[in-house]
C-alpha cells in the first residue's frame, strides 16, 4: 500500500520530480553546475522561450497548436530593427509596432481557425511560411543589426538586481497565472478545451475564446523575439527557426496535454522552460560533442512525453475502484 | 384549480414533410411532475427541443403562465426559467463542482474580471447541501461518482432559480440508492412548487414518481392524464398501439450436451476471485448482480480486453489465451458492450461499415486483401433484414440518425455476421423501448435455438427470470450462487444478490479472507 501511495506521488508529480533529478545528474557531472552564475544564466536563456511557451500554453489549453511562432519571432523582429534603423524610431514605439505584428499574425491564424474552420496545425504551418517569407522579403535575407540603446537593455537590472529579461517573463507568467486561474475568461478556457461541445451548450462563446489564444501566442512570440534581439543585437534568416519546437515542447513536459483542458503556467510551462535550458547548459557543462547535443535534448524530451503518456493510464489503474473486499 | 405553468397548443413540426410532431397539445400544472413517455422517435426530443428553444414548431404555440412563449435560442429557455438535465452530462471533469455550477455566469468582483471565489463557493456549497451531497466544491469533477456528477448537473440547473425542470432519463447511469435519493429530490423540488417534466423509458420508475403523464405516439398525444388512471400495461398499449400481452417471448430451453464456455477458478487482483462458470450450447445464462458487482469486469476478461491473474477460460475445449481479443473474436465470442454508442459503434459512420467492421477479414480477398464489398452488403443486408433494422439506407445512412433500439440491433448484427459461438451481451436492453426491447428477445431466443450460447448481463431482474436457463449472482466481484430456470425466485435472487441471504458456511469465507 504504501509503495503504491509513493509511486502514485511519483507519477502525478513527474515534472518537478524528473526537475529535480535532471538537476541531481547535471550537478554530480560537473559541479560547476551549481552556481548562481549558471543558474542566472539559465534563467536568462529561459526567459524568450518561456515568454513564448505561456503563449503556446494558451493554445494547447483549448486543443490547438500554433507552428507560426518562430516566424512570428522572426517577422516582428525584422519590423522593428527596420522601425528604428531605416525610419529611425525611438525603441519604445518601435516595439510596439512589433508586438502588433506578432497580434496581427495571430489574428490570421484565429480567423483562418475559427472562421474558415481550417485545421490548427495547417492554418499555422501555413502562417509561419508566410511569416517568415515576410520577413525575408522585407530584408532581402540580409541580417538586421540592432543599435546599443537595444542592446543595452539586456544589462538593465529591474529593482537594482533582476535581469530586465527575467523580470518580463516572470512578468508574463504572473499575468498568464492570473489571468488562467481567477478569471472567468481562463476558466472558461478550460472548460472550452475539456468539451467543447458542452462548452458551446453552457453558453461560452468558444470561438471568441479560441480565437483570443492565437493572438495571445502572437503577441507574445513578438515579445519574446523582442527579449532575444536584446540579448543577441543581431537577427538573420534563421531568427527563431525551430523555437516552436522549444515552446510546445517546455509546454508539455510542464504537464500541459495536446487535447486541450490540461495543463499549467506555474508551475507547468515555467518548470517545462526551465528544464530544457537546464538540459542544454547540462550538455554543455559535461563537455557533450556539440552536434550530439540536439540529439540527447530531442531523447530527453521524447523519454518525458512518452514517460506522461504512460503516467496517466497507470494513475487510472492505481485509482481504479477495487470491487472484491480486502 | 392548479396553476398552468406551461402549455404546448397544437404543435406541429415536420422534418422533410414527414410529421415529426402532429397537433400536440398537453399541459403542466405548477407544483407538478410530469411523466413524458414513448417509444424512441414518439417524439419526446422534438418536443423538448421545441421548449428548449433549439428547434421552432411549424404551427402551434407555446405559452409560459398564460403568456405567449417563443424562444429563439436555448438561452432564452435559460432566460424564462426553463432548464435541463439531460442522459448525457455537461460537465467538465477539469474544472471544480463550484465552477462547473457557476460556468455559464461566475460572480465577478464588483466590474473586473476577476472571479468572486467566496461568493462561487458558498452559493455552490449551499445548493450542495439541498441536494443532500456532502461534497467540498473544490473537488474536480472527475473525482466524482456518476451518480455524484448527475446531482451536480441538477445544482447547476438549480443555480439559475429554475421554475420548470426537465430530466431526461437521468437515472441510466446511477445505482438504486442513488436513484432512490434523486426521486426523493426531485419530490422536495415539487413540493417546493417547481414543475418538473421527467422522461424515462423505466415505466414503473415513472408509476412511482410522476403526478400526471401523458404518452407520445408517432408524433401525436395518445392519452393524459393522472397516473392512477395509467397502470403500466395500459401506458405500454397505447404507447405501442397493439396489445402487448407478453412482454418477454415465450421461452423454449434448447440446451445441448456440447459446453461451449468453461472458466476454472478466473481470478484478479481487486477485481474478481475464483470464478467459475460454464455455457453450454444454446443455453442463456443470466449475470445479475448490482452495478460494480464485477459482471461487466468478467465479460472483459473473458473476451480478451482486460488480463487476469489466475484461472483458465476454455472455449470449445481449447484453452484461450489471454488478454488477446483478436483470437477471441476467432474462437467465436462476440461481445455486445453496456455503452453502446462509445463502445459498440462508430456514430459517425454509416450502418454498413458499423456491420462489416469486425467480419471485414472474412471478406478480403485471399493475397490483395481488398474488401469484396458487394458480398459484404449482401450479407448485411440478410442480417439486417433479419434483425428487422429500420433504415432507409444501409450504405449512406449513419448511424446517428437512428433510434436506440435500431443501433442496438446494428450492434448485435455487427456480431451475427461473424456467426459467433458465444454471444456476450452486457445490458443489451438498457435505454432501448419496450417494442425494441422484444424484438432483441426474440433474436436472443433465435440465435440460442440456432445453437449459439449466450452469457446474459442485466441489472433488471425480470427480464433475466423471462429469458435465462440459469441465472448466476454475483456480488463484489465474486459468483455467489446459480440458480436453475426451475429454482428462479426474484425474492432469493434479490437477497443474495444484497448478501442478505448468504449460507453460515459461505459467511466463514467471507470472514476467513478478510483475515488474510
Not at chain 1, 507552428?67 to 523582429?77: K, R
Not at chain 2, 400526471?212 to 401525436?220: F, S, T
Not at chain 2, 396489445?243 to 481487486?270: A, M, Q, W, Y
Amino acid at each position: 500500500m504504501e509503495t503504491n501511495r509513493l509511486v502514485k506521488f511519483v507519477l502525478k508529480n513527474s515534472t518537478a520530480v524528473l526537475f529535480v533529478l535532471i538537476f541531481i545528474m547535471f550537478g554530480l557531472i560537473a559541479p560547476r553546475f551549481f552556481t548562481a552564475k549558471n543558474f542566472q544564466n539559465i534563467m536568462s536563456n529561459a526567459s524568450y522561450i518561456g515568454i513564448i511557451a505561456v503563449g503556446m500554453t494558451f493554445v494547447l489549453l483549448t486543443g490547438g497548436i500554433d507552428l507560426s511562432v518562430g516566424s512570428t519571432m522572426y517577422l516582428s523582429a525584422v519590423v522593428c530593427g527596420k522601425l528604428i534603423n531605416e525610419a529611425g524610431l525611438p525603441v519604445f514605439p518601435a516595439v510596439m509596432v512589433s508586438l502588433l505584428v506578432g497580434l496581427m499574425v495571430g489574428a490570421v491564424n484565429a480567423f483562418a481557425i475559427t472562421r474558415l474552420r481550417l485545421v490548427p496545425f495547417i492554418t499555422t504551418l501555413i502562417t509561419q511560411t508566410i511569416a517568415r517569407g515576410f520577413g525575408l522579403f522585407i530584408t532581402r535575407s540580409v541580417a538586421v543589426n540592432y543599435p546599443d540603446s537595444v542592446t543595452l537593455m539586456s544589462t538593465s537590472k529591474v529593482l537594482g538586481f533582476i535581469p530586465l529579461q527575467i523580470f518580463i517573463f516572470l512578468m508574463v507568467v504572473l499575468l498568464a497565472s492570473i489571468v488562467l486561474n481567477r478569471t472567468r475568461y481562463g476558466r472558461q478556457l478550460y472548460a472550452v478545451g475539456n468539451d467543447l461541445e458542452s462548452a458551446k451548450k453552457a453558453g461560452i462563446k468558444s470561438d471568441r475564446l479560441i480565437a483570443s489564444t492565437y493572438m495571445i501566442s502572437g503577441l507574445l512570440a513578438a515579445l519574446g523575439g523582442f527579449v532575444t534581439i536584446t540579448q543577441i543585437g543581431r537577427v538573420n534568416a534563421g531568427f527563431g527557426s525551430g523555437d516552436e519546437f522549444d515552446a510546445i515542447a517546455a509546454a508539455v513536459l510542464g504537464g500541459a496535454s495536446l487535447f486541450g483542458g490540461i495543463g499549467t503556467v506555474f508551475p507547468g510551462t515555467v518548470l517545462g522552460t526551465v528544464m530544457i535550458e537546464m538540459i542544454q547548459a547540462g550538455l554543455v557543462f559535461a563537455n557533450i560533442d556539440i552536434y550530439i547535443q540536439p540529439i540527447i535534448m530531442a531523447a530527453i524530451i521524447f523519454s518525458a512525453v512518452f514517460i506522461d503518456s504512460v503516467r496517466t493510464t497507470q494513475i487510472k489503474k492505481l485509482e481504479r475502484r477495487n470491487i472484491l473486499k480486502v | 384549480m392548479a396553476e398552468v405553468v406551461f402549455a404546448y397548443k397544437n404543435i406541429t413540426k415536420r422534418f422533410f414533410g414527414v410529421h415529426a410532431l402532429n397537433n400536440v397539445s398537453f399541459e403542466l400544472e405548477r407544483g407538478k411532475i410530469l411523466g413524458l413517455v414513448g417509444e424512441n422517435g414518439a417524439g419526446k426530443s422534438t418536443l423538448m427541443n421545441i421548449l428548449g428553444g433549439v428547434l421552432q414548431p411549424d404551427e402551434g404555440e407555446m405559452f409560459l403562465s398564460g403568456e405567449p412563449y417563443v424562444p429563439e435560442s436555448p438561452l432564452d429557455a435559460t432566460c424564462a426559467g426553463i432548464e435541463f438535465i439531460h442522459q448525457e452530462l455537461n460537465l467538465f471533469t477539469n474544472l471544480s463542482v463550484a465552477e462547473n455550477i457557476s460556468i455559464s455566469s461566475f460572480p465577478c468582483i464588483r466590474r473586473t474580471p476577476f472571479i468572486h471565489r467566496r461568493a462561487m463557493q458558498d452559493s455552490s456549497r449551499k445548493l450542495l447541501q439541498s441536494l443532500n451531497l456532502d461534497i467540498s466544491p473544490n473537488i474536480l469533477v472527475e473525482n466524482l461518482s456518476p451518480g455524484e456528477r448527475q446531482l451536480v448537473e441538477i445544482a447547476k440547473a438549480l443555480s439559475t432559480n429554475a421554475d420548470i425542470l426537465l430530466f431526461d432519463e437521468p437515472t441510466t447511469s446511477l445505482t438504486a440508492n442513488e436513484t432512490e435519493n434523486l426521486f426523493a429530490i426531485m419530490r422536495r423540488l415539487r413540493d417546493e412548487g417547481k414543475s418538473i417534466i421527467y422522461i424515462s423509458h423505466i415505466l414503473s420508475d415513472v408509476q412511482e414518481l410522476v403526478d400526471d403523464i401523458v404518452v407520445l405516439r408517432d408524433g401525436q398525444v395518445m392519452g393524459g392524464g393522472p397516473i392512477a388512471d395509467f397502470p403500466i400495461h395500459r401506458m405500454i398499449n397505447l404507447m405501442v398501439g397493439r396489445e402487448i400481452d407478453n412482454v418477454f417471448p415465450d421461452r423454449i430451453p434448447s440446451i445441448k450436451d456440447r459446453v461451449i464456455l468453461s472458466c476454472e477458478h478466473v481470478s484478479e487482483t481487486g477485481m474478481v476471485r475464483d470464478i467459475n462458470l460454464s455455457v453450454r450450447e444454446g443455453e442463456i445464462v443470466g449475470m445479475f448482480g448490482l452495478m460494480g458487482s464485477g459482471r461487466t469486469e468478467f465479460a472483459r476478461m473473458l473476451f480478451g480486453i482486460d488480463p487476469y491473474k489466475e484461472g483458465s477460460i476454455v472455449v470449445d475445449g481449447e484453452p484461450l489465451p489471454k488478454h488477446n481479443p483478436q483470437e477471441s473474436i476467432k474462437r467465436g465470442l462476440a461481445f455486445i458492450t453496456e455503452n453502446r454508442r462509445e463502445e459498440g459503434l462508430l456514430m459517425d459512420y454509416p450502418i454498413l461499415e458499423n456491420i462489416g467492421l469486425v467480419s471485414l477479414p472474412d471478406y478480403s480477398a485471399a493475397v490483395t486483401r481488398l474488401v469484396d464489398s458487394k458480398r459484404l452488403f449482401k450479407r448485411a443486408d440478410e442480417v439486417a433484414s433479419s434483425l428487422r433494422l429500420k433504415c432507409n439506407d444501409l450504405k449512406n445512412q449513419k448511424v446517428k440518425s437512428l433510434s436506440g433500439g435500431n443501433q442496438q440491433k446494428v450492434v448485435i448484427g455487427k456480431w451475427l455476421l461473424k456467426d459467433p459461438s458465444l454471444l456476450i451481451m452486457d445490458e443489451p436492453t438498457r435505454g432501448i423501448d419496450v417494442g425494441a426491447k422484444y424484438e432483441v428477445y426474440l433474436i436472443m431466443e433465435r440465435l440460442a435455438s440456432e445453437g449459439t450460447g449466450i452469457l446474459f448481463i442485466s441489472s433488471e431482474i425480470e427480464e433475466l427470470m423471462a429469458m435465462c436457463d440459469r441465472i448466476v449472482v454475483w456480488s463484489q466481484g465474486e459468483v455467489m450462487r446459480e440458480f436453475r430456470r426451475e429454482d428462479f425466485s426474484q425474492e432469493r435472487i434479490m437477497r443474495i444478490a444484497f448478501r442478505q441471504d448468504i449460507d453460515y458456511d459461505m459467511e466463514e469465507k467471507v470472514v476467513v479472507n478478510g483475515n488474510e
